[in-house]
């Protein structure tokens, strides 16, 4: 059936965006894989059965109709700027904690961050303001309410509010709220139950801890990437690439640290809430950093230099430890291939062998790539990458994933953010989703890892949150504020 | 009983000692350092006391969700399959570095160094779960414990006997998690690494040089995806535990890796689904602030120093100054006001063709500075800049050092080893998380497990290792 034709007009690009959205272009655009289709996978291994009982049990469909695991834990959030505290949050926020982000009256100043400053990629709340897609996508679950925290009356009511929380993630300027009298020192004489995070970039004390600029800015991500050799770790070595034109030090595309120093402070706070609930009675002050938390995850890398003084130099797509265990270019954009033990190692080469017979000589034959630690050697990776891509540069990556799976290998293809979306695996989780939100309408959004469990999985109620929605609600359910209050309170530039 | 007439000074918010008052007058960091104590760990309890978790695990992605709990003071088991252990033994910096002594399973070397850091503090069983005789022990363990992590392709252990299906029989309160690449779907039996998770999530696509500046995608370095999602299933654990303790129940837990390095992707995929609209790398500036990103300088801070990574690399230094009265300084500062001119709000400078030409500016100043001095002018200026440290400059770095992040440990098996785990996590004040010990060989703990803990004679533990079933 013929589609119906539109008159459509374009100028310049910001024409073509309102013909991009959700209602013209719905996602997925192709349909997922069908339930029949998946189980006839199940099959193939001979574990329907098994298969049945995971769909039925841990499908994020049935996600709604469960209990959730945080129910009854109240957690106060209160930070600008970084992601560490919104993520940490966040993900208490999916498990089913109560989150009651506080800003400023002024709002976070990630509400005004967009890529290359567009405002067109900003949206806008039924009150007309302007939102960035960052601090959308990352506030989950959470009620906005807004303070003052430089005012008397602003400080006042921040304290009567973590009075009723069982945690409070923090991330300001190091001794900024200590110096308002509403740190950890002072709030835990009024609330000592309270378990209290501050989350940071280097740390609050210590001699390189969080500065500020003289003009007030903040140190944000990549601060702490910078600070624990990550990214001097990271990135192609001059020798792939000549010096700035990609072969130098390379930091993460995303705020990596924050995320991971987001994910350790709500590992803290549980733990913490564990022992509190469990023996003690008692809350307690944690500290994370993006620095220190993404040194943790830095494999061994001080841990060798402790041993021998080696300095971790970047290796860009391949890995010093792993053999094969890289990305390799293809004939349309990167293929990853993986498998390390014997079983895997020649049975990708046998695949490559099929097409390219002089791989199984030069590489299978080679008696200095028998043995698995040895093939981890520099002469031996340089050695498997260059016969690998010789086979690659001839095919597409669909070619290849194809190739490859008929050996079970796990390798796969390096995609974009659209081919992401339309990932048949993706989709039918789905691992990207849509949620219609009251106020930014359909978005598109990263689903919570934690989402698909048995008993109490993790969901996302919804996204962002127009700045101090909730001041009336949170004010009067915990404080007793009334309208007329608070509208005094407003007057007074309080909330 | 308390007479309610009397107001006992306990009662009351504040200082309740001279000591509590002094407390509270010390200066902030002062306080920090006292309530931190970063190398009294050991006189402080454990979070965790009382959980016991198995680890049937291998690799760094599941193996780092439980060495979280060991961390926090669990009791934790962990299991491999006997002569072979954890193929992370077998891994080593360009096959450099191995830990010693020997153990069976590799008579010719040691310990690679890969396997660090995942598995601290834990047990170290061994045992072949394909066997049947082995069932009953494996079933023994599951009753005495509060939960296990696995990441056996899925159906595995349904196949062993020791699914979830099968495991809450046994202990309605155990809590089980599966982790791996894919999970539920048309690619379940997708194996998967790291590596494989950074390229299928979309992660690689937006790290590195964009191709108009020769660059690659760029692979976040290390295992930094599998260790970052094993501790996205701690938090899922312990929200398990919470709500264990209301109901009584355990539950399964299924987390796919390749997923959690979708979920740091931010703004990239609303904007996709809004606007059809597919994030692009960026290099080593930002999309959303301007100037806050990393500049080459053209001098090295070791000249003379024979290691290239010293000599060549020590060169590069991340400036921030994207609010407007810090940009307006660094514009004075390299001598540039015209940029100032040019881009007075942030909206203006955060430009693709903006930030082109800024951060040349600010190259070409550097070009006849080392990164130290780079670094000293701006920071003297009152401005925020700092070096790329590389690990050696962590090491020595007094700061980590102070904090307790990077410290000495005395490893009962190894020796003096340096650790930079576990205690950077996070610091605690009253249950703070400790390292015990690093790893130890494989099946180190048998006796101690199947001995002690299952009730094993010692005939029949010697009887299963001589047929290789532990």
Same mark, same amino acid.
Not at chain 1, 81 to 107: C, D, Q, T, Y
Not at chain 1, 205 to 212: E, I, L, S, T, Y
Not at chain 2, 232 to 261: C, D, H, N, P
Not at chain 2, 412 to 427: A, N, T
């Given at each position: ?25 719905? =996602?997925? @655009? ?244 564990? =022992? ?23 494999? %061994? ?25 890289? =990305? ?94 339309? %990932?048949?695996? %993706? ?32 969901? @996302? ?13 949170? %004010? ?20 | 009983?308390?007479?309610?007439? /009397? +107001? ?34 050991? $006189? ?55 830990? &010693? ?15 660090? *850091?995942? *598995? ?55 809590? &089980? #998690? ?5 999970? &539920? ?21 937006? $790290? ?42 355990? $539950? ?16 990239? #995929? ?5 606007? !059809?609209? /597919? ?70 400078? #955060? ?27 701006? +920071? ?32 009962? /098996?190894? !020796? ?55």
């Amino acid at each position: 059936m013929a589609k119906k034709v539109r008159e459509v007009e374009i100028n310049s690009r910001e024409d073509t965006l309102t013909l991009m959205g959700p209602d013209v272009r719905p =996602w997925p @655009v192709t349909p997922p894989p069908s339930p029949e289709e998946v189980a006839a996978v199940y099959a193939r291994r001979k574990a329907e059965e098994f298969g049945k009982w995971c769909e039925d049990n841990l499908r994020i469909d049935y996600a709604r109709g469960k209990p959730e695991a945080l129910q009854g834990v109240r957690v106060l959030s209160c930070g600008q700027w970084r992601m560490g505290h919104k993520f940490a949050a966040g993900l208490l926020g999916e498990l089913g904690a109560e989150v009651i982000n506080v800003e400023p009256p002024s709002g976070d100043p990630l509400r005004k961050l967009t890529p290359f400053g567009r405002e067109e990629y900003m949206l806008e709340d039924k009150n007309g303001d302007k939102c960035g897609l960052d601090f959308i996508h990352e506030l989950r679950n959470a009620y906005s309410v807004t303070l003052n925290l430089e005012t008397e009356k602003g400080r006042e009511l921040y304290t009567k509010l973590a009075q009723h929380a069982d945690i409070l993630i923090e991330e300001y300027p190091p001794g900024y709220m200590d110096n308002l009298g509403i740190g950890y020192r002072q709030l835990s004489q009024i609330n000592p139950r309270l378990i209290y995070c501050w989350v940071g970039e280097h740390g609050q004390w210590g001699p390189m801890k969080d500065k500020v600029s003289k003009y007030g800015q903040w140190m944000l991500d990549p601060f702490g990437q910078a600070a624990c050799s990550f990214i001097h770790n990271t990135g192609f070595p001059e020798d792939l690439l000549p010096r700035g034109k990609g072969g130098d030090p390379t930091r993460s595309g995303v705020w990596f640290a924050d995320y991971v120093a987001g994910e350790q402070t709500a590992v803290n706070a549980l733990a913490a809430l564990f =022992w509190r609930d469990e023996f003690s009675g008692e809350g307690q002050f944690i500290e994370t950093t993006a620095a220190e938390a993404l040194m943790d995850i830095l494999d %061994f890398d001080i841990t060798w230099y402790g041993f021998n003084k080696s300095i971790k130099a970047r290796t860009g797509g391949w890995d010093p430890n792993l053999n094969q265990y890289a =990305w390799n270019p293809c004939k349309d954009g990167y293929m990853m291939i993986g498998g390390q033990t014997d079983r895997l190692w020649y049975r990708i080469g046998m695949c490559i062998e099929r097409e390219l017979p002089i791989f199984g000589r030069l590489i299978h034959e080679d008696p200095l790539l028998k043995e698995m630690a040895a093939r981890n050697a520099l002469q031996a990776l340089t050695k498997t990458y260059t016969m690998t891509t010789m086979w690659l540069r001839n095919i597409n990556r669909v070619e290849a994933e194809e190739k490859l799976m008929q050996y079970e290998i796990a390798a796969g293809p390096l995609l974009y953010i659209d081919e992401v979306a339309e %990932f048949p695996h %993706f989709k039918y989780r789905p691992w990207v989703n849509v949620l219609e939100d009251e106020q930014y309408g359909t978005l598109l959004y990263a689903e919570s890892t934690n989402a698909y469990q048995m008993r109490t999985p993790a969901r @996302v109620k919804w996204l962002g949150r127009p700045l101090g929605k909730d001041n009336a609600e949170v %004010f009067m359910k915990y404080i007793g504020l009334g309208q007329t209050e608070l509208r005094e309170l407003k007057e007074q530039g309080v909330v | 009983m308390k007479d309610q007439r /009397v +107001t006992r000074i306990e009662d009351l918010p504040g200082p309740k000692s001279q000591g509590e008052l002094e407390e509270m007058k010390m200066p902030y960091e002062e306080y920090c350092r006292k309530v931190f104590a970063p190398g009294q760990e050991k $006189t402080k309890p454990e979070s965790l006391k009382g959980i016991r978790w198995l680890s049937t695990t291998m690799y760094i992605f599941t193996p780092h969700s439980v060495a979280n709990l060991a961390e926090l003071g669990a009791e934790c088991i962990k299991v491999e399959m006997p002569r072979m252990g954890d193929p992370m033994r077998h891994t080593s910096p360009f096959n450099e570095c191995y830990l &010693y002594p020997l153990h069976d399973s590799r008579p010719m070397t040691g310990t690679g160094l890969g396997f660090t *850091n995942a *598995n601290s503090n834990e047990y170290y069983i061994s045992m072949d779960y394909h066997v049947p005789e082995m069932k009953e022990a494996f079933y023994r363990l599951v009753k005495l414990s509060d939960g296990l992590t696995e990441c056996y392709r899925p159906g595995t252990f349904d196949r062993w006997k020791q699914s979830y299906r099968y495991l809450q029989e046994l202990n309605p309160r155990f809590i &089980y #998690v599966w982790g791996g690449g894919f999970g &539920y779907g048309p690619k379940v039996f997708g194996g998967s690494y790291d590596i494989l998770g950074q390229a299928h999530a979309g992660l690689a696509s937006v $790290t590195g040089f964009h191709e108009d500046f020769g660059g690659h995608c760029t692979k976040h370095s290390n295992w930094c995806i599998d260790w970052y999602s094993g501790t996205q299933i701690t938090v899922a654990i312990l929200a398990a535990l919470y709500w264990r303790r209301k109901t009584g129940l355990g $539950t399964m837990i299924e987390f796919s890796q390749v997923q959690a390095a979708t979920r740091c992707l931010g703004y990239g #995929v609303p904007l996709y689904g809004r606007f !059809g609209i /597919v994030r692009q790398r960026w290099g080593n500036w930002d999309t959303q602030l301007c100037v806050h990103g990393i500049i080459l300088c053209g001098k090295s801070d070791y000249p003379d120093e024979p290691n290239p990574q010293l000599k060549y690399e020590a060169r590069y230094a991340v400036v921030s100054a994207f609010n407007d009265p810090d940009f307006k300084e660094l514009c004075a500062i390299i001598g540039r006001n015209d940029l100032w001119d040019q881009y007075k709000t942030l909206q203006d400078r #955060v430009r693709p063709q903006a930030q082109i030409a800024i951060y040349k500016a600010l190259e070409d100043w550097a070009a006849d500075k080392t990164r130290s001095q780079v670094v000293k002018t701006l +920071t003297d200026a009152g401005l925020l800049a700092m070096p790329v440290m590389n690990d050696k400059e962590v090491y020595e770095c007094e700061h980590f050092r102070q904090r307790g992040t990077i410290r000495w440990l005395d490893d009962p /098996v190894f !020796g003096d080893l340096l650790i930079q785990s576990g205690y950077s996590c996070g610091l605690m004040s009253k249950t703070p998380r400790r390292v015990n010990w690093l790893w130890r060989p494989v099946g180190a703990d048998n006796v101690k497990i199947y001995h002690e803990m299952l009730g094993y004679p010692m005939s029949k533990i010697e009887e299963w290792y001589e047929k290789n079933l532990i």
